[in-house]
């Protein structure tokens, strides 16, 4: 669907915002770009429109340069969504919905229909809010108004840059889980960026880590959260991994999980053990271990298992070197 092959970003100062990027992101999928600030993702998202011109490489939509397209049946094909949603104050949600739609000239019937449809489908009952004002909105609610904006000429691929970063924990969450319902009703061919790695490994069906204007690592979520390529992209996850694994329903690390079974003769190993529970998890485990050198682990009466420090620590931290459970 969209191309990239050998793509750089120049400045006149000769700095390169991007350099030699190559990749595919196909149709239909919801693909991911990440990374700190300043290593080129959002000049990425911008080159696909071409509000930022290439300085060298090409991009290609359809198998076809995009510099062979005119400029508005390029940018009608793509909608793009903003952090801040800049809704026109003067108009009501209604007109601000319809801008692109009327400048394609498209029958006001069949545009007021996909207006209450769309709003329909973030969860803005059109009765409601086609005629309220943007300032009547909240952030959120303004954000779903231009998500819809964007999805109104029905474009075949959607650009996202940052659309949440600026809302409260929950409201993000909840847009978030309204995205991810919404493209499975539209399946639309995705370009999204963010900083945020909980963000991407919930909604990336591939992510992109950048770092310096390069591509660091392209992968699932699971490629990222188990198999990062290099030490930037295992930093880069931090706690992170931990929203991975709740993506995945996998539960964290516990004592149980951790030990070792005891030997029919390990008695004398025992003697002196701290006893702990099964379900003890690693925040709560390391503070055991710090005091205790061996642990035992039980299970009600029963018990299941011993812990020595210094092995039980080794395998903690193989396992978050290899992104697994923690």
Not at 6 to 29: H, I, M, P, W
Not at 60 to 80: F, Q, S, T, V
Not at 246 to 251: H, N, Q, S
Not at 293 to 300: A, I, T
């Amino acid at each position: 669907m969209i191309s990239f092959e050998g793509v750089t970003k120049r400045y006149d100062d000769g700095r390169a915002a991007v350099d030699e990027l190559s990749f595919e992101v196909n149709k239909g999928e919801f693909f991911v770009l990440i990374g700190p600030s300043g290593c080129g993702k959002t000049t990425v998202l911008k080159m696909i429109n071409r509000l930022i011109e290439a300085s060298g490489g090409r991009i290609l939509i359809e198998g076809r340069p995009i510099g062979d397209y005119k400029l508005n049946e390029l940018r009608w094909n793509i909608g793009y969504v903003l952090q801040q949603i800049a809704l026109f104050p003067h108009m009501n949600i209604a007109e601000n919905v319809a801008v692109v739609p009327e400048l394609m000239q498209r029958p006001r019937e069949e545009t007021a229909k996909t207006v209450d449809r769309l709003l329909h489908q973030v969860g803005l009952d059109p009765k409601v809010y086609r005629g309220k004002r943007p300032s009547e909105l909240s952030g959120g609610q303004q954000q779903r108004v231009g998500v819809v904006r964007a999805l109104a000429a029905d474009p075949d691929i959607l650009l996202m840059d940052e659309p949440f970063s600026a809302l409260d924990p929950v409201t993000r969450e909840k847009l978030q889980n309204d995205l991810l319902e919404l493209q499975r009703s539209i399946r639309k061919t995705i370009v999204f960026v963010t900083h945020d790695m909980r963000e991407a490994l919930k909604l990336g069906d591939r992510i992109c880590v950048m770092n310096g204007g390069r591509i660091v690592q392209i992968g699932t979520p699971d490629d990222i959260l188990h198999r990062p390529a290099t030490h930037f992209v295992r930093e880069f996850l931090g706690d992170a991994a931990e929203s991975g694994r709740a993506r995945e329903g996998l539960p964290p690390l516990t004592a149980e999980d951790l030990a070792d079974p005891l030997e029919p003769d390990g008695r004398l190993t025992a003697e002196g053990a701290v006893s702990i529970g099964a379900d003890t998890e690693i925040g709560e485990l390391l503070w055991h271990l710090a005091a205790e050198e061996r642990l035992l682990v039980r299970r009600g009466d029963d018990v299941v298992g011993l812990l020595e420090r210094e092995r039980t620590l080794k395998r903690i931290a193989r396992e978050f070197e290899e992104g697994g459970r923690g």
